[in-house]
Structure formats: structure tokens, C-alpha cells
């Protein structure tokens, strides 16, 4: 009878279950970080690809990049204070 009281008492365990789910193949895992490794052993030039889509709609073109690393910046401001670290580094 004890056991009967436990059981249902454990039920609402079952709903706090968190699920995450692929967006590109929609498979299934218990945590995210399942589904970033997921996405980034899977699908990551899709994923680079949204990425670079996420620049064009704020209409900023990848022309801030740095000589040195390859590094990209959205403002040009940013670019110059990243290129300073370079100097500083010596390199
Ligand atoms: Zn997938
Ligand atoms: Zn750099």
C-alpha cells in the first residue's frame, strides 16, 4: 500500500524531464549540451552558414576583419581596439 503512495508521488518527476531537440534532423536528447555537440559534429556548416545570415540582416558586411588572426568584428571600432592587443603583444 506504501509503494501504491510512492509511486503516484513520483509522477510528477516524469514532467520535469527537460527535452532538447535538434533543429536541423530533430533528434532527441535529455540535455543541451547533447545537442550542441550534436549540431557541432553534424550539422556545423549549417550552423556557420546561419551565422554568416545573422550578419547580412544587421547589414553589416564581414570587411572588419583582422589581418593578423582572421577574426571578425561588427563595428570597425572594435577591429581597431582588437588590432591594438595585437601591437601590444608585440607580434
Ligand atoms: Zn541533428
Ligand atoms: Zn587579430
Do not use: W
Not at 558586411?61 to 595585437?86: I, P, R, V, W
Amino acid at each position: 500500500m506504501d509503494e501504491e503512495c510512492l509511486g503516484s508521488e513520483e509522477l510528477p518527476v516524469f514532467s520535469d524531464i527537460r527535452r532538447y531537440y535538434c533543429e536541423y534532423c530533430g533528434i532527441c536528447r535529455s540535455k543541451k549540451t547533447l545537442i550542441t555537440s550534436h549540431i557541432n559534429l553534424h550539422h556545423k556548416e549549417l550552423e556557420d552558414a546561419k551565422d554568416e545570415k545573422n550578419d547580412d540582416a544587421d547589414g553589416v558586411k564581414s570587411n572588419n576583419t583582422c589581418d593578423e588572426c582572421g577574426a571578425t568584428f561588427k563595428k570597425h571600432a572594435y577591429l581597431l581596439q582588437h588590432m591594438q592587443s595585437h601591437l601590444l603583444e608585440g607580434k
